[in-house]
T-cell receptor
Framework: QKEVEQDPGPLSVPEGAIVSLNCTYS??????FMWYRQYSRKGPELLMY????GNKEDGRFTAQVDKSSKYISLFIRDSQPSDSATYLC????????????FGAGTRLAVHP | NAGVMQNPRHLVRRRGQEARLRCSPM?????VYWYRQLPEEGLKFMVY????????ESGMPKERFSAEFPKEGPSILRIQQVVRGDSAAYFC??????????????FGPGTRLLVL
């Protein structure tokens, strides 16, 4: 079993739709949770960063963490064609500098 | 305000040759991580370095791979005697030095290695 599971998609939605992206994980020691966006043949770009459980909102993006269920989500409101990319969840432990454990990524396509 | 820089962006090597990948972290960052991304897969951690120190190399293959981050200059990931299975995108990330933000990592554009 992988430490972080993420449905690879692809996920295709019409412009303006609400997108829900999810990851589950098995290690309860994870404390920090991130979402990265990766355009084709580019480096991952940090979108959202959350500590422990709860919600965090930034513009059209909302990140949720449910540690009791070991489940994290990223919601994208009013999706745009420019949101078409691969979305990677990542997580790490508390205590300073640590490697990130990534999901496989979900490929999202928003069509006009 | 330059981000993480990596070069070369693309590298072609024949089997048995050496590959050297370079990474310059963001200004103010002294912690460097290397990750490898195989086609259609997520990123896999390889090694974490601070200046002149390897802190965690648990993701590095035992043979042919090495990494350094000297006092002066960029971090180097070196792959000796490359094989076709080394073909992948290699990403470098750096994180800030100040407390409270250590967990955030910022990625470079990657080096895409193709072994013929």
């Amino acid at each position: 079993q992988k430490e972080v599971e993420q449905d690879p998609g692809p996920l295709s939605v019409p412009e303006g739709a609400i997108v829900s992206l999810n990851c589950t994980y098995s290690n309860s020691a994870f404390q920090y949770f991130m979402w990265y966006r990766q355009y084709s043949r580019k480096g991952p770009e940090l979108l959202m960063y959350t500590y422990s459980s709860g919600n965090k909102e930034d513009g059209r993006f909302t990140a949720q963490v449910d540690k009791s269920s070991k489940y994290i989500s990223l919601f994208i409101r009013d999706s745009q064609p420019s949101d078409s990319a691969t979305y990677l969840c990542a997580m790490t432990f508390s205590g300073g500098y640590n490697k990130l454990i990534f999901g496989a990524g979900t490929r999202l396509a928003v069509h006009p | 305000n330059a981000g993480v820089m990596q070069n070369p962006r693309h590298l072609v090597r024949r089997r048995g040759q050496e590959a050297r990948l370079r990474c310059s972290p963001m200004k103010g960052h002294s912690h460097v991580y290397w990750y490898r991304q195989l086609p259609e897969e997520g990123l896999k951690f390889m090694v974490y370095l601070q200046k002149e120190n390897i802190i965690d190399e648990s993701g590095m293959p035992k043979e042919r791979f090495s990494a350094e981050f000297p006092k002066e200059g960029p971090s180097i990931l070196r792959i000796q005697q490359v094989v076709r299975g080394d073909s992948a995108a290699y990403f470098c990330a750096s994180s800030p030095t100040w407390r409270g933000l250590q967990e955030t990592q910022y990625f470079g554009p990657g080096t895409r290695l193709l072994v013929l």
